[in-house]
């Protein structure tokens, strides 16, 4: 029997004592040499040890001493004969269990192994490899439960929101999209064609629709096709590639992401609609070209929105997903010179066949839809990186200030809005291509440097039953001239500011001289184009009251006409409609003066233009009346708009909504209010047609069609408009020198004699030129409409200290009058309209026949009109500069 097995001696007496002995000796240490010759324990089988109740313990030799020092290790002495140690082998006996010892217990994991020897202790037993798989396996699921339950899906990362704004032209056509960090837009999954979808699922990840976020089978099946070298789909899933591109802004490949994705993505695909995630990894994932998001794309590669994709443009819009690198048929040889044009395009072309071929096999199409697949949709070319070049970012800059204005809470700068704008594209580009062949042909910077640097063209067109801006023409490149030309620019308007005058008096009326200052306004005369004031040149400004009017250095005012001319001597008497149709400024001002010039500005105000410090020149001068005024050509064209109106006056705007989400954030709303009785309106609408029939503004005249306008010339020649209108669209176009670059020390309106080969520039010359060329083809063949019939208005009230005469002053429509002297007066021509005898108008100022021009400076807002030399009848007085002329004599 084994040592291990042995049955230990029971105890033999000694009672008490002998126990308590026995187990004050120290556990583990050889017991203290047995009594007796020495050679007893080598020859007795237990001897190396004695029982603790052996009697002899205490009766032996040494006594209590004896045991004292075997307990203090007395083992680890030599024995008398020095064989070693008392005891001898007692180490191993006391631990390897001889028949006095105590038998070892076997450990709770029995590895290595108990009772085995050798290589068979190393090896596990069955239970021991069961238990460590379980174990494991426990493990394993209490952690995976405690991450996806530790872990938190975390919100769209910023950059996955990031989006540019879309501005839309008025046909719903997209202009462009710009303003944001990224080209993306973000749309709803209902705007996601169900093709798009089907074709995404197909080659990316099958099992989509029924998936819990991963797919181990699709991972290893990737990993296998892919060791055989064949097309597969990717082994991350959709919602993989989503939680990748839109929750963990992080793209870095190691194993700490991998994971987090993974868990990220269990969890999302058990708490997401998988509408949610599928728009989501459409609305981020990158396609090429800089397009980010599937409408981006839908944009960039067939300019058209995604909703209007078909199944063929689908199939390849989902190739890119693989990598448009590489499946881009325009190629990126700047990014690896193997992605030829011609290799990309062959990439691309079987991968729109397999993924087609996919969906029928998946189900999602039928073989007879594929079947009308059978050319590859070659996307369109890369476009130019110019997105805000030419008018286009003047448009976006007023459709900015237009959103931004209308609800203060648009934050453009965040992206994702869509702006609905009123531009007409094709009247953008009609005005464009005018202003610049009308430039093309007169101005030549390198040929006249002196005349022709710095000239600047402004313009806009408005839709006069809306108040919707069609055009602008902004400057010749938004992208180097930075100033919106169509906008304030600080040009003054001239004489296209008469028409508020005479607008002012139909509706306030002349006050009474005879009435004190405080009871002028309870007694006036309404005003008729047919009333008479002076065409005297120099004339004597007065107060309405008759007395003069002088500055506050006591200076008076002697207004000028255009060429220093006079009308219809020695009376002077002509009306208004003659005076407005030869833009002559005496009659106008004195006209203000007696109204009130604070009217005057109340009655442009009412047509639409602004009470700003930067466009609305000071009331209390009477220059007033004549233009030194800046407003913009688009608040000039919705001024206008409202005489076209019969007096409904509608603010000009360019947003007709915005969204964002899909939600309508702005909405325009017509406002439109009654600016003039229609009475008064449309008798401005009568006398400025007589402006383009012989006046001023016959270059003005659209065949077949009727046109009202205005020219208008300022002070020094620095600044030249034309404002007209038809029924259907009122436009503006100004023209002026001004070195407006921002490095420009110094911004000041140059003069223009000499511009562009002419001795003077006129509203009646370029502006003029350029409203016919884009009115004709902006009305195209529209029909054409008439404006309304006048109704008499006012009476023929005498100003200015005039009063009525024996001979009759010339007007518009008669002929010429007869002086008392019975010979023909000395008026301009009463119809300055072209005689048969004529080689060309009056007003033609292309006509080089007339003998020239006189070139002398004008007031501040004189004629915009292009006078003839002045004849031997005229009164010619001596000229100095228009302006300020203080002096005693008119």
């Known amino acids: 029997m084994s040592e291990h097995r042995r049955k230990p001696p029971q105890p033999q007496g000694g009672g008490r004592a002998a126990a308590r002995r026995a187990a004050q000796q120290p556990s583990g240490r050889r017991a203290a040499r047995p009594a007796g010759p020495p050679d007893a324990a080598a020859h007795s089988p237990a001897g190396s040890y004695r029982s603790p109740s052996d009697p002899q313990a205490e009766s032996g030799h040494g006594g209590r001493a004896e045991a004292r020092r075997a307990q203090r290790g007395g083992g680890r002495r030599r024995g008398p004969d020095g064989a070693g140690p008392p005891g001898g082998p007692g180490r191993r006996a006391g631990r390897g269990g001889a028949a006095g010892g105590r038998p070892p217990k076997k450990r709770f994991i029995d590895y290595p192994r108990y009772g085995k020897q050798g290589w068979r202790r190393w090896v596990p037993s069955w239970k021991l490899v069961s238990a460590c798989c379980l174990g494991c396996f426990g493990l394993l699921v209490a952690f995976i439960g405690a991450a996806y339950y530790m872990v938190a899906v975390p919100d ?107 868990f990220i993505s269990i969890k999302v695909g058990a708490t997401k609609q998988k509408s949610e995630i599928m728009a989501g990894y459409l609305n981020t994932a990158y396609y090429g070209r800089g397009a980010y998001g599937l409408q981006a794309a839908a ?68 073989a007879a839809e594929r079947a009308k697949y059978k050319i590859f949709p070659m996307p369109d070319k890369p476009k130019k990186n110019a997105n805000l070049g030419g008018q286009i970012g003047y448009l976006v800059s007023l459709a900015q200030a237009s959103a931004k204005n209308n609800n203060p809470d648009i934050d453009l700068a965040k992206g994702g809005y869509q702006i609905y704008t009123t531009f007409d594209k094709k009247k953008v580009q009609e005005m464009e291509s005018v202003v610049k062949k009308v430039r093309d042909k007169n101005i030549d910077p390198k040929k006249r440097p002196k005349y022709d640097t710095f000239v600047q063209f402004g313009a806009a ?63 006036r005369t309404p005003v008729s184009p047919d009333s008479i004031y002076s065409g005297k040149n120099k004339l004597k400004i007065k107060n309405y009251d008759g007395t003069v009017w002088k500055d506050q250095n006591g200076g008076e005012w002697l207004q000028t006409n255009d060429g220093d001319e006079s009308y219809n001597p020695p009376s002077y008497a002509i009306d208004l409609r003659y005076a407005m149709q030869e833009s002559v400024n005496t009659p106008y001002v004195q006209l203000g003066m007696d ?94 047609k007589g402006v383009v029939d012989k006046g001023t503004g016959t270059n003005a005249k659209l065949s077949g069609r009727q046109v009202a306008g205005k020219t208008g010339t300022t002070d020094g020649n620095r600044s030249a408009w034309f404002v007209g209108y038809t029924p259907q669209y009122s436009t503006a176009v100004g023209m002026y020198r001004l070195d407006d670059n921002e490095t420009s020390k110094k911004r000041e309106f140059l003069k223009m004699f000499g511009t562009g080969g002419q001795e003077k520039i006129h509203g009646a010359s370029f502006p003029s030129t350029i409203w016919h060329d884009y009115m004709e083809q902006a009305l195209g063949d529209s029909p054409s409409e008439s404006f309304p ?54 007003w033609d100022w292309t006509c080089n026949d007339t003998g020239g021009t006189n070139q002398g400076p004008t007031t501040g807002g004189a004629d915009g009109g292009m006078s003839p030399s002045p004849t031997p009848s005229r009164s010619k007085p001596g000229g100095g500069p228009g302006g300020w002329i203080a002096g005693p004599n008119g």
């Open 595 to 688: 109204v009130g010039t604070d009217k005057v500005k109340q009655a442009a105000m009412a047509a639409g233009l602004r009470d700003s410090k930067t466009s609305m020149a000071s009331s209390s001068v009477p220059s007033f009346s004549i233009g030194t005024s800046s407003p913009s050509a688009i608040r000039m064209a919705g001024a206008y708009a409202t005489f076209a109106a019969s007096g409904t006056q509608r603010d000009p705007f360019s947003v007709t909504s915005v969204k964002k989400d899909g939600n309508t954030i702005y909405k325009h709303e017509d406002q439109a209010k009654s600016a003039f009785p229609a009475a008064v309106a449309n008798n401005v609408t009568d006398v400025l």
């Open 299 to 366: 944009r960039t590669y067939y300019s058209k929105d995604a909703k209007d994709l078909d199944p063929s443009q689908c199939a390849f819009l989902a190739s890119l997903l693989k990598g448009a690198t590489y499946f881009d048929p325009a190629g990126a040889p700047e990014i690896d010179p193997a992605a030829t044009a011609e290799q990309n395009t062959k990439n691309a072309t079987e991968r729109w066949g397999w993924i087609l071929d996919q969906e029928v096999k998946d189900k999602h199409m039928d």
């Open 789 to 842: 019939a006048p109704e008499k208005i006012g009476d023929k009230v005498y100003g200015g200290g005039m009063s009525p005469a024996p001979s009759a002053p010339p007007s518009s429509s008669a002929s010429p009058s007869q002086s008392p002297s019975g010979k023909p007066s000395s008026t301009p021509s009463m119809s300055p309209s072209p005689t048969p005898s004529s080689s060309c108008s009056k």
């Open 156 to 262: 769209v990362a910023r950059a996955a929101q990031a989006q540019n704004n879309v501005y839309y032209w008025a046909d719903g056509s997209q202009m462009v999209a710009t303003g944001g960090e990224v080209n993306r837009q973000i749309i709803p999954y209902e705007q996601i064609p169900a093709a798009m979808r089907y074709a995404v699922i197909s080659a990316e990840n099958k099992t989509f629709e029924t998936d819990s976020g991963v797919d181990p089978q699709g991972i290893a099946r990737a990993l296998l096709n892919m060791a055989k070298g064949g097309q597969t789909q990717g082994g991350s899933t959709i919602t993989q590639q989503y939680v990748k591109n839109a929750r963990l802004d992080d793209q870095s490949q190691t194993i700490t992401r991998k994971f987090k994705e993974l």
């Open 461 to 523: 067109s408005v839709d006069v039953k809306t108040g919707a801006i069609v055009a602008i023409y902004g400057g010749d490149d938004a992208t180097k001239h930075f100033t919106n030309n169509a906008d304030e620019t600080g040009a003054q308007v001239g004489s296209t500011f008469k028409p508020f005058v005479l607008a002012a008096g139909m509706e306030y009326g002349k006050r009474d001289p005879s009435k004190p200052a405080s009871q002028s306004d309870s007694s």
